[in-house]
């Protein structure tokens, strides 16, 4: 099985909400990531959680607060948004260490109005 | 900069066909490349990988070709269906010294695969 799932599929918020992403895998894997992808551009890296730790921020703006509450789950915090932040947020998760193949959830739509 | 690009952003295809996706990376301590195909509002989905030590690798009708020595890297689907319409990206992975991978995506070739 190498199915990632994000919930939800479908987001319209407004700027001063507060809202999170869902991510979930049962694959065993340590390692989880935050993509975000802009219309006809490729992912563009945000966060890597390896063993539940944060491992990398690409210099993400602190409206976006991820947390990995266990080994399963990884979640995306959203607030005081932008318009410019709508986008394709996608999840992948990996085992960790070199050269693993990281496998992508189908990701949540985000608008922001 | 290190960076992976494409040479063709879209490619149209008949049923049948074969096709080839090119991509070019720049980062020569690169030693794992992956390709993802990713439909319309779907994430993208792993179809092949290969390391620095192959030059071809093969699978159910895709095949990956790595030239190392002009940095480029190719995906071939052998005969061609309307499913396989799409777009396609070329990923570099690039550890850094860390025991985690950093994909570094290419532009993207939209595939069109015509009936």
């Known amino acids: 099985d190498t199915e990632v799932t994000q919930t939800p599929k479908h987001l319209v918020m407004g700027m001063t909400n507060k809202k999170s992403l869902k991510c979930e895998q049962h694959?065993?894997?340590?390692?989880m990531y935050w993509y975000k992808q802009k219309a006809k551009k490729p992912p563009e890296l945000m966060f890597v959680?390896?063993?539940?730790?944060?491992?990398i921020n690409e210099s993400v703006p602190s409206r976006f607060s991820p947390e990995c509450p266990n080994s399963s789950l990884l979640n995306l915090h959203l607030h005081a948004l932008q318009p410019e932040d709508s986008a394709l947020y996608l999840c992948?998760?990996?085992?960790?260490?070199?050269?693993?193949?990281?496998?992508f959830g189908p990701g949540t739509r985000l608008l922001v109005l | 900069g290190e960076s992976v690009g494409l040479h063709l952003p879209t490619l149209s295809v008949q049923e049948g066909d074969n096709s080839i996706i090119n991509c070019a990376y720049s980062?020569?301590?690169?030693?794992?490349f992956i390709w993802y195909k990713q439909e319309s509002g779907k994430g993208p989905q792993f179809i092949i990988d290969?390391?620095?030590?192959?030059d071809k690798r093969q699978g159910q009708r895709v095949t990956v070709l790595l030239n190392k020595t002009v940095k480029h890297l190719s995906l071939q689907i052998a005969a061609t269906q309307p499913g396989d319409s799409a777009v396609y990206f070329c990923?570099?992975?690039?550890?850094?010294?860390?025991?985690?991978?950093?994909?570094?995506f290419g532009q993207g070739t939209i595939l069109t695969v015509h009936p």
């Open positions: 992948a998760s990996s085992r960790v260490g070199q050269e693993e193949t990281q496998y």
């Open positions: 694959m065993g894997h340590r390692a």
């Open positions: 959680y390896s063993y539940e730790k944060l491992s």
């Open positions: 980062n020569s301590a690169s030693d794992y």
């Open positions: 290969i390391r620095s030590n192959m």
């Open positions: 990923a570099e992975y690039n550890a850094g010294g860390t025991s985690y991978g950093k994909l570094t």
